[in-house]
């Protein structure tokens, strides 16, 4: 059977999206509407373009050697990778089949289900908390941080490796009380490799003029490195892997 899926596009050498030089898949389609989105014309599930796992697969081995050898692999990012977990699972039961290791960038909101069946093929998972407090993260993302946490609480269970990622946008999640909490959440977790800091920025401002949304992050600052070390004070307090570049 031929397994198809729909992207917004692919990056054959990354290197900020896991370990070593990775081959990108942007999938298409999102839950979520973060209001600092870079991608938003990811949003909807019927944009992009449709690609079989064979066509993927071909792109993929092309880069095989370059990948393995710099202990990279790939990395399903988004939009929301979960969003076709039929079209990711394949997608990395053939990567894995093939010996190239593979990653899921996901924000967790998703039926805990299709997380499942795309983590028995998953290496390492990227998770995106993109706040601990319930009420900043509806306003910041349009919906619930529950799947999220669950899956994350759920990652630790099966003991599987696990990137956090957290972006520090001033006066929205760079809240000290908020961070101490999340690292107060994440602090008996045995899975978690690294806890990734990211500053905010406004790379993406020009699509959601483009695509006629409303930015509502104009009159932000761009997030400092006294912010990003601020906050990873907060996590070495806790003895997390903080990493702050
Ligand atoms: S989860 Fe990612 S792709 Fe989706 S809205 Fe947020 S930043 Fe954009």
């Known amino acids: 059977m031929t397994v198809k899926g729909r992207i917004h596009s692919v990056e054959s050498c990354g290197t900020v999206d896991g370990p070593g030089i990775r081959f990108v898949i942007f999938t298409q389609g999102c839950p979520l509407r ?6 938003p014309d990811s949003w ?7 690609i079989t796992v064979d066509e993927l697969m071909k792109e993929i081995i092309k880069y095989k050697s370059y990948i393995n050898f710099s202990g990279g692999g790939i990395t399903a990012s ?8 039929v079209f990711i699972k394949e997608l990395f039961r053939r990567c894995q089949e093939a010996k190239i290791h593979t990653a899921l960038d996901t924000s967790g909101f998703a039926s805990f289900e ?21 009420k900043t993260y509806l306003d910041l993302t ?11 609480k759920y990652l630790n269970e099966i003991q599987k490796p696990m990137w956090i990622r957290y972006v520090l946008v001033p006066n929205l999640t760079d809240d000290p009380g908020m961070i ?52 990873a004070t907060i996590f070495k307090k806790y003895n997390l892997p903080v990493e702050t570049n």
């Open 142 to 152: 349009g919906v619930s941080n529950e799947p999220t946490l669950r899956l994350a």
């Open 78 to 85: 988004g939009g929301e990778p979960l969003m076709q977990p």
């Open 44 to 50: 909807k599930p019927s944009d992009g373009q449709e």
């Open 34 to 39: 973060c209001q600092y989105c870079h991608n």
């Open 180 to 231: 101490e909490a999340l690292a107060n959440f994440l602090k008996d977790f045995t899975n978690i490799e690294k806890i990734e800091l990211l500053p905010f920025h406004k790379m993406g401002e020009y699509k959601w003029e483009e695509l006629g949304y409303e930015y509502l992050l104009r009159d932000t600052p761009a997030g400092t490195r006294e912010d990003i070390e601020k906050a």
């Open 114 to 134: 299709a997380a499942q069946s795309v983590l028995e093929y998953t290496d390492l998972v990227l998770l995106d908390i993109k706040s601990f407090d319930p």
